[in-house]
């Protein structure tokens, strides 16, 4: 069954950092754009982090400088490092993966992020 799984989330101080992870079975990541999403209450789901299938890196501008998203291919797993967060960064994040070829799409059932003192 062709599955996301996000971790790493969690409640943390401003300023400080986290690290999350998004694995997979039955997906094969390396010919997979892999994304992370979030979602803050009552807000859309915004676009936060996007690598390609061949390692290139996007970001949103409200996150720029901070994030670092990244993607290991043999271990089937991508990450998001979130350095600086702030409260403005709470949300649920998203894990995305879209077949670079076929355009198919998976995502996870996300997990919480809350950045408060």
């Known amino acids: 069954q062709e599955q996301l799984m996000e971790s790493g989330g969690g409640l943390v101080q401003p300023g400080r950092s986290l690290r999350l992870s998004c694995g997979a079975s039955?997906?094969?990541?390396?010919?997979?754009?892999l994304a992370w999403y979030r979602q803050a209450p009552g807000k859309q789901r915004e676009l936060v982090a996007f690598?390609?299938?061949?390692?290139?890196?996007s970001y949103a501008d409200s996150v720029k400088g901070r994030f670092t998203i990244s993607r290991d291919n043999a271990e089937n797993t991508a990450a998001l490092l979130m350095n600086s967060l702030k409260p403005e960064d709470t949300a649920v994040y998203y894990c995305?993966?879209?077949?670079?070829?076929?355009?198919?799409?998976?995502w996870g059932h996300g997990t919480q992020v809350t950045v408060s003192s």
């Open positions: 995305n993966a879209q077949n670079h070829w076929t355009a198919r799409e998976f």
């Open positions: 039955g997906i094969s990541f390396s010919v997979h754009n």
């Open positions: 690598i390609s299938a061949s390692g290139s890196s």
